[in-house]
């Protein structure tokens, strides 16, 4: 099979890329097991529903001039650009790399049981496990899907309990943020077990029983959170996520590109940096697009994350890792580097003034 680009994975990131690439004229092909599906497939209304959300359907992608192979690709020369996937062989000008992430338990004895919906098929096999009327959840890792996901099933009815090493919820994001978390999820009647590591999970079936230094916590289902790893592409011999520049070209490799957790984003203010979120999936795959059309330049979408917890919703312009002070700011939480610039905007409740946000972050780098 001749196509003109190949598009490894068929998640946010590469979704994004095929469908840019359409609206250039060039017709992609999508390579991954099942649709593509939201990401993270695995809190909030995909979590209540117990289904994915799909980003896009069969006929959907026939209409914007995608053709999809539903296979995993097994061998990649990435000099001649040729793929194997399914039994099928194809023959690319152009390939985008957009593997993402894998995502596993932690390699604690007896904790390979544990729920991860992060995938569809996890997703799935979650909410089959939760049907049953009210259960008691233990949520292992306190970042923001750990706290997303507590918050979600607490609201559903379930007792839900966090357990995680750090001693507050989202503790490794600035404040207020773990103090916004820890009340929100005191509030929903979650319990947060903080500074705990986890020995081994004992038990199967009914009940599975989480042993840590100075107790136990005993639960019907487990849940791990604890985030992802990126994933290498067969072919790829470099380290991952990899540096790239605005052309978002794999370095060392003609018309090879990658996007979404496989690079270090190459942000014209902030500089390479690490994102893993869905808006900058988005970004990267529609800037791989663009350069593959001719008409890539610098990469300047500014970095933005939102959370529902609970009832909370929260949303961040800008990189807080840039940010040397905060401040607040008639309701605004505003982060400031060393010499006084706005870098990063954090709002709290208030989804209409994002749009204020963002622009105090860009009036700085204008």
Known sequence: MKVEV?????????????????????????????????????????????????LADEERLAERGVDRLDAMVDEVD?????????????????VVLATGLSYRPPPISGLEIAHVNATPGGLRRLAAALTDGPRRVAVVGGGLIGVETAATLATQGHAVTVLDLLERPLHRLHDPLPAIASATLDELGVAFLGGVMIEAATGAGAQVTLCHKGGSVTADVIVAATGGRVVSP??????????????????????????????????????????????????????????????????????????????????????????ATWAKEEGLHVGSDAGGAVVCVLVVDEPRRLREARALVQEEAA
């Open 234 to 323: 067969p072919g790829l011999e470099t380290d991952v996520p990899l540096e790239v520049g605005p052309d978002m070209r794999v370095p060392g490799r003609e018309h090879v590109y990658a996007c979404g957790d496989l690079v270090l984003v190459p942000h014209a203010r902030f500089g390479p940096m690490r994102f893993p979120h869905w808006d900058a999936a988005i970004g990267t795959g529609e800037q791989a697009a663009d350069a593959i059309a001719g008409q890539a330049g610098p990469y300047e979408r500014l970095p933005y994350w939102w959370s529902d917890i609970g009832p909370r919703r929260l949303a961040e312009v800008g990189l807080a890792e840039a940010a």
């Open 78 to 94: 990435l000099g001649s650009r040729q793929l194997r996937a399914g039994g099928v062989d194809v023959d690319a000008d152009a």
């Open 6 to 54: 190949a598009i490894v994975g068929n998640g946010v990131a590469g979704t994004a890329c095929a469908m840019r690439l359409a609206r250039h004229g060039i017709r992609p092909l999508l390579i991954g097991p099942g649709l593509p599906v939201d990401r993270p497939p695995l809190t909030k209304s995909a979590l209540v529903k117990g289904e994915p959300v799909l």
